[in-house]
């Protein structure tokens, strides 16, 4: 079940929603956790159970660490416990086809006969839960934390569907007192179903339409490098309004739940340098990264060396989180050498003297050279990709075809109002408190709802792109 689809809309929120404010406040996680339960379970019910198995794990390593006089070998081992088996759950479902496929390729190099691949299911939002929850009892062991007050506020955590497929990736801290007390209806209700129907209208009239764009360009043989340009930005506008439209969507839920979720996005083409790129997008996973493996690596108080090392595992891992393929490894090796030589730089690099225009298209430009590491299949798709957007590729009549096909006016005016959008809106939280103290605003957002959902239905695809990571 996905937020854009007619059965979430019209059936499944309608009706969470009513029951959940029908019931006593007592009741209330109960109730949402095993909405969220049927919400998670209706791609697989099996899905269901690997959750649950994750959440009992880490609960119970949370008892471990925070038993009374528990010694330190207690709760090393209780830390430990949780982190070996998030990471063996995601390595196996995320990663093992993978090893598999890498191994039979080197067998095969050395002359012998590859293995039968197993096939394995990833389970939808793994990446995203997995991190959240074992966060919980690494926090809990620094002692940054309290814990969860029962097996259920704890599953309630886990399981809250707004945030529970694609993130923003909440810290059990964040949300602590929340799972025990929060407001009812009323403002906090009125201002998420504005969030919520903003980040629809992003993602069914701006994401899906430009994404139609960079599918077929990306696909293409025959490829002019005007139209690779194109098809990129296309792209870079695709995934970022799916997924901060998907954030939105997921802020908006949690709110009218009554549950303040955290940002996830600043406007991150705005950036002027990948540091700040890196402040802005995806920021639950920046910050999460950051505080769980740059800084227990030793972040930059080792030295010089060490803090450029720590940089590149940490953005090689964060690109392999994100997939089991070479082009996300180059991705984040990419952004770990951009940060690394920005660092480098020092405090007032050269470049800070430039117009901050040209700083911000410059970094724009790095970003979308990395975007054709994140999109293409393989690294040979990615290298046929850089080589059309500098040189073309394929012959010049079907190339003639393919541009007549993704100019068309209406696509065109999408993409100048994405831009319009990326380099001079305004941020969604922002908009969202000017339409609480406007009416024709609060219009005018319904009235792009409204237009979205009847998109919904004429559009025959409407996938979220982070929900295969």
Not at 76 to 102: C, D, M, P, T, W
Not at 382 to 394: C, D, K, P, T
Not at 447 to 456: E, K, P, R, S, T
Request: charged share 15%; glycine share 8%.
């Amino acid at each position: 079940m996905v937020f854009t689809s007619p059965i979430f809309l019209f059936y499944f929120l309608p009706l969470v929603l009513a029951l959940y404010y029908a019931l006593p406040a007592a009741r209330r996680n109960v109730f949402l956790t095993l909405a969220s339960y049927v919400f998670y379970g209706w791609w697989s019910p099996w899905f269901v159970t690997l959750m649950l198995a994750s959440t009992v794990i880490d609960y119970g390593a949370g008892k471990v660490i925070t038993a009374p006089g528990a010694s330190d070998a207690r709760r090393r081992a209780g830390v430990f416990v949780s982190i070996a088996a998030n990471l063996s759950l995601l390595g196996f479902f995320k990663y093992f086809v993978f090893a598999q496929e890498n191994l039979n390729r080197l067998i095969e190099l050395f002359g012998g006969e590859p293995t039968v691949l197993l096939t394995i299911v990833l389970p939808v939002g793994i990446s995203f839960y997995s991190f959240q929850s074992m966060s919980y009892s690494v926090d809990l062991y620094r002692r940054e934390a309290e814990p969860a007050r029962s097996l259920l506020d704890f599953a309630c955590y886990v399981a809250m569907f707004p945030q529970l497929v694609a993130g923003p990736i909440v810290r059990y801290r964040e949300i602590y007192e929340q799972l025990g007390e929060r407001p009812g209806r009323g403002e906090l209700f009125r201002r998420g179903a504005l969030n919520f129907m903003i980040g629809f209208a992003k993602k069914l009239l701006i994401a899906n339409t430009v994404g139609e764009i960079a599918d077929q360009a990306f696909a293409a043989g025959s490829l002019p490098a005007h139209v690779a340009w194109f098809g990129l930005v296309a792209y870079a506008f695709q995934i970022y309004f799916d997924f901060s439209g998907y954030s939105d969507m997921a802020i908006g839920l949690g709110q009218m739940f009554g549950f303040q979720l955290p940002i996830n996005f600043r406007s991150p083409y705005r950036s002027e340098s990948i540091t700040d790129f890196w402040r802005r997008w995806h920021i639950s996973l920046s910050t999460w990264l950051r505080d769980y493996l740059y800084i227990p690596l030793g972040g930059n108080r080792k030295g010089v060396r060490l803090t450029y090392r720590n940089l590149a595992l940490t953005m090689l891992l964060g690109g392999f989180w994100h997939g089991a393929q070479w082009t996300f490894v180059a991705w984040g090796a990419f952004h770990g050498l951009a940060l690394g030589l920005e660092r480098m730089a020092g405090q007032r690099p050269v470049w800070s003297r430039l117009p901050r225009a040209l700083r911000v298209a410059t970094t724009y430009l790095l970003v979308l050279f990395s975007w054709v590491l994140f999109r293409a299949e393989d690294m040979g798709a990615a290298a046929s990709y850089f080589g059309a957007l500098f040189a073309g590729a394929g012959s010049p009549s079907a190339g003639a075809v393919l541009a007549a096909t993704v100019y068309q006016p209406f696509a065109l005016l999408v993409m100048l109002i994405a831009g319009l959008i990326v380099w001079g809106g305004r941020e969604t939280t922002d908009v969202v408190r000017r339409a609480e103290a406007s009416a024709p605003l609060s219009a005018g957002v319904l009235g792009l709802f409204c237009v979205a959902i009847l998109a919904m239905f004429l559009q025959s695809e409407n996938p979220f792109l982070y929900f295969q990571f």
